[in-house]
T-cell receptor, first 114, second 113 residues
Framework: GAGVSQTPSNKVTEKGKYVELRCDPI?????LYWYRQSLGQGPEFLIY????????DSGLPNDRFFAVRPEGSVSTLKIQRTERGDSAVYLC????????????FGNGTRLTVT | AQSVTQPDIHITVSEGASLELRCNYS??????LFWYVQSPGQGLQLLLK??????LVQGIKGFEAEFKRSQSSFNLRKPSVHWSDAAEYFC???????????FGTGTLLAVQP
């Protein structure tokens, strides 16, 4: 079946610009996660959605980062006034809500801020 | 604080040799433990998971891992490595209401012919 889909796969933007990254989770998965992976590092948690609401946004680094999931399916991660330090691969994952269910990851969006 | 340590940043093994990748965790409650593999340009793929019960778990591609509570470890093993196993391997711990995972920094595996 279809996995987690992320678009675009690559995004190059100039410092100071606004970007949106999209995630289409596995159908029926109510839990959705955003992670950020910098070069040589493991994925770092950003935000978790249960349905339409952000149940845990403790990983967002600052108020330039925001994410939405208005209909409980597709999610968009939004970054304002991008900085070169935002360059990373942004990963989306989804899962069902059973405790301990594994996360299913997309291939990520590689963001480069020049 | 919750954390995962993968002490080996880079490991090289010969094809056909055995493999063990180390993982230690710190978690306040009963942990759920996972190993993921990431090939270049690919997303993270789940290799195996431990929730409870038998402490030796089997995964895909011939991998297994053993949970040792006394050592807070969850090491990944494979008896005979194939060239296609070259990738980066991540250990992760999760649990709690959100199921969110905390990842280690990864171990990059190279396989020599």
């Amino acid at each position: 079946g279809a996995g987690v889909s992320q678009t675009p796969s690559n995004k190059v933007t100039e410092k100071g610009k606004y970007v949106e990254l999209r995630c289409d989770p596995i159908s029926g998965h109510t839990a959705l996660y955003w992670y950020r992976q910098s070069l040589g590092q493991g994925p770092e948690f950003l935000i978790y959605f249960q349905g339409t609401g952000a149940a845990d946004d403790s990983g967002l680094p600052n108020d330039r980062f925001f994410a939405v999931r208005p209909e409980g399916s597709v999610s968009t991660l939004k970054i304002q006034r991008t900085e070169r330090g935002d360059s990373a691969v942004y990963l989306c994952a989804s899962s069902n809500t059973t405790l301990g269910s594994p996360l299913h990851f997309g291939n990520g969006t590689r963001l480069t801020v020049t | 604080a919750q954390s995962v340590t993968q002490p080996d940043i880079h490991i090289t093994v010969s094809e056909g040799a055995s493999l063990e990748l180390r993982c230690n965790y710190s978690y306040g409650a009963t942990p759920y433990l996972f190993w993921y593999v990431q090939s270049p340009g690919q997303g993270l793929q789940l290799l195996l998971k431990y929730f409870s019960g038998d402490t030796l778990v089997q995964g895909i591609k011939g991998f297994e891992a053993e949970f040792k509570r006394s050592q807070s470890s969850f090491n990944l093993r494979k008896p005979s490595v194939h060239w296609s196993d070259a990738a980066e391997y991540f250990c992760a711990v999760g649990g709690g209401a959100t199921n969110k995972l905390i990842f280690g920094t990864g171990t990059l595996l190279a396989v020599q012919p």
